[in-house]
């Protein structure tokens, strides 16, 4: 059983810069890909970002891409998203999600453990 915290969310203006974190604890965690989702008001959970079990591979929405970064530290348990030159429209409920599986997957259903979520809110 694996359990995941996300930290780091809260209130920004438009241009500025988050870094949300996620730990893990339980299980085994260097052997699972990591991924980023979110979900704001009225609208459906949406893929973000992705890592793979030992950080060589990643995965981003077209929508973060260049301006989100995904990393992982395997030592410490942590997965990190890095949000550069955010805009109003990732205002969100940010979640972080656990695999059973090494390799990146863009979709919620390939994820079996998730977070509480922590909320992003960026002001224009």
């Known amino acids: 059983q694996v359990q995941l915290v996300e930290s780091g969310g809260g209130l920004v203006q438009a241009g500025g810069s988050l870094r949300l974190s996620c730990a893990a604890s339980?299980?085994?965690?260097?052997?699972?890909?990591m991924g980023w989702f979110r979900q704001a008001p009225g609208k459906e959970r949406e893929f973000v970002a992705a890592?793979?079990?030992?950080?060589?591979?990643?995965a981003y929405a077209d929508s973060v891409k260049g301006r989100f970064t995904i990393s992982r530290d395997n030592g410490k348990k942590i997965v990190y998203l890095q949000m550069n030159s955010l805009k109003p429209e990732d205002t969100a409920v940010y979640s972080c999600?656990?695999?059973?599986?090494?390799?990146?997957?863009?979709?919620?259903?390939?994820?079996?453990?998730w977070g509480q979520g922590a909320q992003v809110t960026v002001s224009s």
């Open positions: 999600a656990a695999r059973t599986a090494r390799a990146v997957s863009t979709s919620f259903n390939e994820y079996g453990y």
């Open positions: 339980g299980g085994t965690f260097s052997n699972r890909a």
């Open positions: 890592i793979s079990w030992s950080g060589g591979s990643t």
